[in-house]
T-cell receptor, first 111, second 113 residues
């Protein structure tokens, strides 16, 4: 079983709407959770990190973590064309501190 | 420097040639990660250091791949006898401590011909 699973997309969302990106992970003891954004031809850029159950908000971005369901999501409010990118979910497993990435979800914001 | 620096940015190697990729992490960062990213895929974990200790090398695809971080700062990823399947972007990331967020360099695009 892949450790971090994401729908590859593409996910198309109209400009101004809320984009919802989802991720599941297999290791129940996972400690830290990250969302990265990657534009084509560029390296991943950290957007959010979350360590505790619940919601964490930063500007237009909200990360949500549900450890019981092994589920983490990213909401982007008031989506802009510049949000069009691949969003990578990443998890630190319990046993060690390596960071494992999903394959990413391609998001396309429709002007 | 302010960010993670990788060199070279681009490398073309003939099949069978040895290559060395350098990563200069953010000053003071304890954790250092190497990833391999193929087109359209997420970063695949290769290896992880805390200071000079290589804590996990389970992602290295073969014994042709070797990584070191002898003084706990700069790291080098070496690939011996390169093969076409080694063509990818190699990403380095550093973090302030284990389990915390990591920041990526610009990557090295390796093309084996």
């Amino acid at each position: 079983q892949k450790e971090v699973e994401q729908n590859s997309g593409p996910l198309s969302v109209p400009e101004g709407a809320i984009a919802s990106l989802n991720c599941t992970y297999s290791d129940r003891g996972s400690q830290s959770f990250f969302w990265y954004r990657q534009y084509s031809g560029k390296s991943p850029e950290l957007i959010m990190f979350i360590y505790s159950n619940g919601d964490k908000e930063d500007g237009r971005f909200t990360a949500q973590l549900n450890k019981a369901s092994q589920y983490v999501s990213l909401l982007i409010r008031d989506s802009q064309p510049s949000d069009s990118a691949t969003y990578l979910c990443a998890v630190t497993p319990n046993r060690d501190d390596k960071i494992i990435f999903g394959k990413g979800t391609r998001l396309h914001i429709l002007p | 420097g302010a960010g993670v620096s990788q060199s070279p940015r681009y490398k073309v190697a003939k099949r069978g040639q040895d290559v060395a990729l350098r990563c200069d992490p953010i000053s003071g960062h304890v954790s250092l990660f190497w990833y391999q990213q193929a087109l359209g895929q997420g970063p695949e974990f290769l290896t992880y250091f805390q200071n000079e200790a290589q804590l996990d090398k389970s992602g290295l695809p073969s014994d042709r791949f070797f990584a070191e971080r002898p003084e706990g700062s700069v790291s080098t990823l070496k690939i011996q006898r390169t093969q076409q399947e080694d063509s990818a972007v190699y990403l380095c990331a550093s973090g302030a401590a284990g389990g915390t967020e990591a920041f990526f360099g610009q990557g090295t695009r390796l093309t084996v011909v």
